[in-house]
């Protein structure tokens, strides 16, 4: 098998005997990307010359004995909204096309310290802020199995180049499903770990009490091999939990006797596209082959997470994203043109005798502001940010965003019953399987309700992987979601790991163009 | 309750975003859909339930008063779109 | 100003800067008055990514402020974001907090010792903990239309404390100040520093009167950029006046047409308030919960041992110095005033010498004059408050009078002597009883006249026989040459 066939694991292994170095890996994987990421644009920026030294002081490591990092020498591709020292951090947005983080975030610092290989930074939607990584000011990410569709998002390019073997192993962000969502649209295994488990210092934020950065991977052992990585505590990030890390890799091969599954009766209902019923309801068939045994469960407060969630994650966007206001750093519109602008209206003003009605014209700093925003930004980000100070605003915070916050509390709960009678939660990704790129864009609310499966996990900070279960009739692949109780994460990766030892749809690959 | 244009324009300038008419008609129109959408959360009854902020349980995270060091000043400023040797500029800040 | 037409009804809003190493959500220093720029990290720049954690110092010295300020501390607190765009704001939103303060309804009591007003407690709403936003300065130099900012300061701890609107003159307002600041410098929380931004107080005042159609007030204005006590109160005095003669000639009230609340600043040149332009959309700061931030939770027996550990405080010392030291009021206040370490020398003096009122009068009067003089703090002061009341007991005995007494000082100050080294090297020693006795009969028999006149009843005549005798001998004790001449011309 290719270097970039073999999954991260193996080329672990590879590595670990000394069957084959770094440099060489790296070199494979690079050569990969160059010859077909033209067609895909899963990565915003390369780090040819950084990951080859890297690289390569890893192997001489090795070869005089020292000690290597749990990583071993493997590449890693990074989300680009993850802050990387001196090299650009773009969240796929014009805002901070030339933003160079003065440091690294904890994840970055991690991965290093394990001698993760950092390859380069994934194409996004902007700011994290969609479910096809169409909103990306550096183009359209392109689904490795069918071009005309989208990878799913945000962590739309993080998927895609580990679907399209340019990457073994990636980290990706998942604030409402941008992590799970995309793994299904690309056929690989992808996990939001529990709320805190992994520090989100040096993620730039989204939606803070919802974001979390996780692993995407080929197999299930691929993604507990990075998530052992990055996750720990932080005393950076005061969410961050201190509870100690299991060690998954030992964990995985522990089969889980007499596991209990719950289905959830909410998510089969309408809107489910029947082939992804299909497969799922298989996939169930898998786990009680094995032993498992099924109930049905019944999340009643489901139906509201879609709502709930488009409440509070734009609420906490529209904050986060106020600093980008062109003052300390990245974008700023043109001031020249500004004060152009302001003049020509003023001159109109006093035409029109406008002054005497009283109407003040807008400062510059304040028409600064607005250009930079209104320029620097997309439009789904600016649609959310406009949802979401709406949302807090005077006179509708206490029937929005504190209405949510009153329904998050009741969505949480109907998990902690759930989980009281099952051990995990099993159920469909994605309500479809990826969708032709152009197909959603015009009407965010059909988007949005394709994070009906995957918002509530966020909103009740618990554990979800992502795994391939099937494909479509047109050879899409279908996802199967898994969910866990907060820092069960190790039961994840268990179940998502005796599911891949039986079924083989996880090792399927896109044939590329060329 | 529908959104009006009048309120988008109130909200738009809350977010330091300035639309043109077209933009401000299609952000009225399409947050209009997704308000209405929201409003799905008015007919649940949520009288004796308290708000949940955040999912984790984590209280008094305090850090010691001890020094770390800072950026330079020439890291600090590395970014801006606009300075001199020593600060960011702005376009006059009026007021003070 | 009190007016009978009118009652000023006054609020105050303080901001008090921490003493902390570090700013409140990231360990930048806290330091006054470095290089522009040169004390800023991606936290309090608000580059994209970054976290706040809190500095724990900085709410200890807030929650020991808050149970000195007599407020009750909620269990649960938590920190939200206030939004607005500003370009010394790098974050676009100060982390404050709303609706669940670290502290509520306290209270702090003040007093005039002349009597101006009567002694009263003014209600403090609430004391929370905030992050202070950065410079901006204006360029002129380069008159150019640009404004620079700096960010040192950014992320500065500050506590903000809100009174109740119960203060009903401008003298109460600095009453008010002045005891907070002392109160503040013995929790040793703020150097209160008002010149650098150290503290920094903002007004809400407007009248109540009383017109035939009832009670009215006038609308409320907030006055900022007052950078002295002083300047506080002509600030409220004249802005009081102002609203006085604005109601006069406009009768505009308070939430009627025109009554909304405005802002004035100072001018301290000209001694005015103007309007200032309004802060745009204030009313819709957005706040909600900080979600990079987790609450803090208090619970009581931490508060109580906060409560335990607090030192004596000024309004208890005050108590003790009057009662144990039979001193006035007007002489606690000026004693409390300099400081804990004054009160400390203040009390060893007065034990030491045994005569609260004559340590008093001693520190008030020759220690305050020399310590300015010489521009000295009591901790750097070289006479150690034991050798003055060594000192003050000797003329307590009787053995030295107050004149020479100050020379003494003196030379204690100046040659850092002790008081035996120093009244040797006057020559001071206790002149013996009959020794004083014969001196004294030599002096009315030499002088008939002296005697004369005291026997007619004016009895400041025996100043020439005090006179005289000091100047046979330096070390006479006064009294005692006026005690025995006395005694020997009545008994003529």
Known sequence: MSLIESTAAQLHRQLTSGNVTSVEVTQSFLDHIQQHDEHYSAFISLNVEAALAQAEDIDRRRASGKPVGALGGLPVAVKDVICTKGQTTTCGSKMLRDFVPPYDATVVCKLKQADGVLLGKTNMDEFAMGSSTENSAFGVTHNPWDRTCVPGGSSGGAAACVAARMAPLSVGTDTGGSIRQPAAFCGVTGMKPTYGRVSRFGLVAFASSLDQIGPIAQTAEDAALLLQALAGHDPNDSTSSSKPVPDFLRAINQPLVGLKIGVIREHFGEGLDDEVAAAVREAVHTYQALGATVSDISLPHNQYAIATYYVIAPSEASSNLARYDGVHYGFRANEAEILETLKQERDTATATNQEATGKELDSELIRMYQRTRSEGFGSEVQRRIMLGVYALSEGYASKYYLKALKVRRLIRQDFDKAFEKVDLIVGPTSPTPAYPIGDKIADPLSMYLGDLYTVSANLAGIAGISIPCGFSKTGLPIGLQLQAPAFEEERLLQAAHMFQQQTDWHTKRPSLKN | ?96 | MTHDAFQTIIGLEVHVQLQTQTKLFCRCSTAFGAPPNTQTCPVCIGMPGALPVMNGKAYQLALRTAVALHCEIPRFTKWDRKQYYYPDLPKGYQISQFDLPMSQNGHLAISDPSGVFEPKKVGIIRAHLEDDAGKSMHDEAASKADSRIDLNRTGTPLLEIVSEPDMRSAAEARAYLSELKLLLMYLDVSDCNMQEGSLRVDANINLHLETSHGKVATPIVEVKNMNSFRAVERALSYEAGRQFELWEERHIQLGGPGGHKTTRGWDDEVQVTRPQREKEESSDYRYFPDPDLVPVITETDHVEEVRRNLDELPAAIRKRLESKYKITSYDTDVIVNQGRDFVDFYVTVAESCGDGKRASNWLQQDVLRTLKEAELSIEEFPVSADSLGDLLNRVSAGDLDNSRAKDVFSRMFNEQESVEEAMSALGIVKVDTSALESLCRELVTANPKVVADVQEGKSQAIGALIGQARKQNSNANPAEVKRICLKIIASL
Request: hydrophobic letters at 40%; proline letters at 5%.
């Open chain 2, 1 to 96: 309750m529908s959104l009006s244009r009048k309120e988008i324009e109130k909200v738009s300038h809350l977010a330091r975003l300035q639309l043109s008419d077209p933009e401000l008609d299609a952000m009225t129109a399409q947050l209009a859909n997704v308000v209405e959408y929201m409003e799905t959360l008015s007919g649940l009854n949520t009288d004796d339930v308290e708000p949940l902020a955040h999912a984790s349980d984590i209280s008094n995270v305090l850090a010691d008063d001890i020094l770390k060091p800072s950026l330079s000043r020439e890291e600090a400023l590395a970014n801006a779109p606009k300075r001199d040797a020593e600060c960011y500029r702005v376009p006059a800040v009026l007021g003070d």
